[in-house]
């Protein structure tokens, strides 16, 4: 297949009009753990970033984790100590394990180390200390004088009357720690000067009075958070933000990226970001996947079957508008598939710890399992040998072993799966006369050093031998050596086999 254009390279091209640099943003709310779903977000904006940079683009990737979003609920995987805690912002709750800084955090480090492994580098903000710090003082500032105007455009593009008490600001209450129970009741901007820019980063208040009965004064700084939809187009111009890519839920008409262009455009004189919009990933059979459904394979799952480049190249492959059923049983394919590759996406999914295999991933699945002792790596070696493959990067085959067999245990179909029978099997009571004839020819005509392609057609040739279709007689070897009716691809396997044990084997059930 030659090099089409990649959907990220047709990006940069689009892009490129905007300005000369771009920094992409990309981020997840870390109130569960992150999954495969998730990870397309981060994977897109890493293949814009990637391809910016290969067009000579000054280009910056940044992930901004929002730790400051509330717990919505306690969801199936929390204790019912959680319930305490729904409300408050995310990086002021305990974390689960009891190890990490807070609870938002113990769902990052894990995200953050599978990113690691996959190379994606980005410079990484976290809500919680972007408000502190007082970066977004100016913007809140400015959202809190213009409120009616905010109010206005929301309620004109998404068609939802906003309540009289809306604030575009959440106070987190001092009393009780939550950020969803709070009505702003007055500000005061402290210099009465127009909050863009002028600030200092200092000035500032805000009047609350909370649901748990409390009502007191804060500074703005490091008290609360705007509104999702303000805060969203005040990151923009506050980060530089010029590309983004999100989910199809915030791209409806009328949705928060409608909302978030014209705050941005009308409050806060920022042109909003190019937007790749990326459709859901599906898991066959159960639908897309979602953290609150509980439809989800964490990525440092999928890193254990699967090289971290295969697993970019799931994703980058795809355009974003289209989406993806991933079917963990089909890994086999999707990794033979990226060694086979030699295209754009590829190219873009390539990281710098990647090591070509030498053997084909579907060969080292059938090769551990005829491996009488495959934590024996001489064994292996030998089994790989007989197959055909003296040479090979060791290094690269032991990781890909290690996908391999946790592949079989936990997502390979029954089809995939086999054990060599020590004993000729019962079934072969029941192989055909066709069959056996076969069998026994097969053993006569095997020469010593015959390769797996060899073994292959001369099967076909037993089976004109033996006057039986070429299905039977794959048939009749599956069942001579596996006890089931199908089973690898026959020439591979059998010349995989101990010579002595393939011939002897072939005779005994050729004579049944
Ligand atoms: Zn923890
Ligand atoms: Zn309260």
Known sequence: MGKSRHWADVLCENVTAIGRKHTIATGITPSGEIHIGNLREVLTADAAYRALCDAGIDAELIYIADTLDPLRKVYPFLSDDYSEHVGKPLSAIPCPCGDCANYAEHYLLPFFESLAELEICPKVYRAHE????????????????????????????????????????????????????????????????????RMSGTGGTVDYACECGYSGTVPVKGHGKLTWRVDWAARWGILGVTIEPFGKDHATRGGSYDTGTRISKEIYGYAPPYPIIYEWIHLKGKGAMSSSTGVTITIAEMLRVMPPEVLRYLIIRTKPEKHIDFDPSRIIDLIDGFDRANDRARELSVTKAFLPSDIPFTHLVTAIQVASDPDDPDNLREVLRRSGYDAYDEESVTRRVANARNWLASYAPDSARFEVQEELPDAAGSLSDGQKSGLLWLASAIDAGMTGQEMHDLTYEAAGVAEIPASTMFQAIYIAFLGKASGPRAGYFMASLDRDFLLSRLRAAGCE
């Open 130 to 197: 972007l408000y502190e710090s007082g970066d977004f003082v100016p913007a809140t500032l400015t959202a809190l004088r213009k409120r009616d105007r905010i109010a206005a455009i929301i309620a004109a593009v998404s068609h939802r009357e906003l309540p009289t008490d809306w604030s575009p600001f959440n106070v987190i209450c001092e009393a009780c720690g939550r950020i969803t129970t709070t009505t702003v009741t007055g500000f005061d901007l402290a210099d009465g000067t127009d909050g863009v820019g």
